[in-house]
């Protein structure tokens, strides 16, 4: 019996080992990802907080089965042919609707969150979902509607995050017809990068506010915004917790969609 309870032991003590060791393998490939470029084995030693010479192991094989590669001439490792392959593949799947039409109905009808999801369009960011929520918001914009940059929520996210070369004609546009000053652009964007997040009030529709979010998608394009609009303040029972879980939404897409902001691994 205790040979039987020692094997047993033993066969379980190595498949937690070698589970762990899948788990600390991926942890150095993430660090390798996450290098600027090709970096020394000290550095990712570092990032990951492990010893150098355990790095190396893990490093020569994953060399070995084709996830990381070394340079020949500076000794520096960086991402293998393996890793790509394995990234483009994954990104193939990935659909931006395929996770809001996942995700959003569930959080609408836990929170009562009336929720528009837009997409930056060649006339500017337009209505491409539309969640109703409870009590019902009432507006005249649906699905296909298309929204201005500098006056909503929604399209104050594709103006500071999009590069401006592709908001430089709308934006042009709203300041030739007076609803924005080219003088506020520049603090607009700031504005909505540094809260991460766009709010309006009233602009839209009288007694209703909206607070956007971006999804970003692997290269930090916003690939799609999702906008919680609601009553104005101190009429709305749905509180700012619906909304915040909302923004929390958005940022487990964009993580799906493969964006991260750079994270040191110490």
Do not use: N
């Given at each position: 019996?205790e040979?039987?309870?020692?094997?047993?032991?033993?066969?379980?003590?190595?498949?937690?080992r070698?589970?762990?060791?899948?788990?600390i393998?991926?942890?150095v490939?993430?660090a390798?990802a996450?290098m600027?470029?090709?970096a020394?084995l000290?550095?990712?030693a570092?990032?990951?907080?492990?010893?150098s010479p355990?790095?190396h192991?893990y490093?020569?094989s994953l060399?070995?089965a084709?996830?990381?590669?070394?340079?020949?001439?500076?000794?520096?490792?960086?991402?293998?042919?393996?890793?790509?392959?394995?990234?483009?593949?994954?990104?193939?799947?990935?659909?931006a609707?395929h996770h809001?039409?996942?995700?959003?109905?569930d959080?609408?009808?836990?929170?009562?969150?009336?929720?528009?999801?837009?997409?930056?369009?060649?006339?500017?960011?337009?209505i491409?979902?539309?969640?109703?929520g409870?009590?019902a918001?009432?507006?005249s914009?649906?699905?296909?509607s298309?929204?201005p940059?500098a006056?909503?929520?929604?399209?104050?996210?594709?103006l500071a995050w999009?590069?401006?070369?592709?908001?430089?004609?709308?934006?042009?546009a709203?300041i030739r017809?007076?609803a924005?000053?080219?003088?506020?652009?520049a603090?607009?964007?700031?504005?909505?990068r540094a809260?991460?997040?766009?709010?309006?009030?009233?602009?839209?529709?009288p007694?209703?506010?909206?607070?956007?979010?971006?999804i970003f998608?692997?290269?930090?394009?916003?690939a799609?915004?999702?906008?919680?609009?609601?009553l104005?303040?101190?009429?709305?029972?749905?509180?700012?917790a619906?909304?915040e879980?909302?923004?929390?939404?958005c940022?487990?897409?964009s993580?799906h969609?493969?964006w991260?902001?750079?994270?040191?691994?110490?």
């Open positions: 019996m040979q039987e309870e020692a094997a047993t032991g033993g066969q379980g003590g190595a498949k937690r070698g589970i762990q060791s899948v788990e393998g991926l942890h490939l993430e390798v996450a600027d470029g090709p020394p000290g550095q990712i570092a990032a990951c907080a492990m010893p355990q790095v192991r490093l020569q060399i070995a084709g996830f990381a590669h070394q340079q020949a001439d500076t000794g520096r490792y960086e991402l293998g042919p393996g890793a790509l392959r394995m990234g483009l593949v994954a990104l193939a799947r990935v659909d609707f809001i039409d996942a995700m959003l109905p959080l609408v009808r836990r929170t009562g969150l009336t929720v528009q999801v837009a997409a930056l369009g060649p006339m500017g960011p337009t491409v979902r539309w969640a109703m409870r009590p918001v009432m507006t914009f649906s699905v296909g298309v929204l940059l006056g909503s929520a929604t399209g104050r996210v594709f999009m590069p401006e070369a592709e908001t430089e004609a709308l934006i042009r709203e017809r007076g924005v000053r080219a003088a506020e652009v603090a607009m964007r700031a504005a909505v809260a991460g997040r766009a709010q309006v009030e009233g602009t839209m529709a007694g209703l506010r909206a607070v956007a979010f971006p998608d692997l290269q930090g394009r916003v799609l915004s999702a906008t919680a609009v609601r104005a303040a101190g009429d709305d029972p749905t509180g700012d619906a909304t879980e909302l923004g929390q939404m940022a487990e897409i993580a969609l493969g991260r902001e750079k994270q040191d691994y110490r």
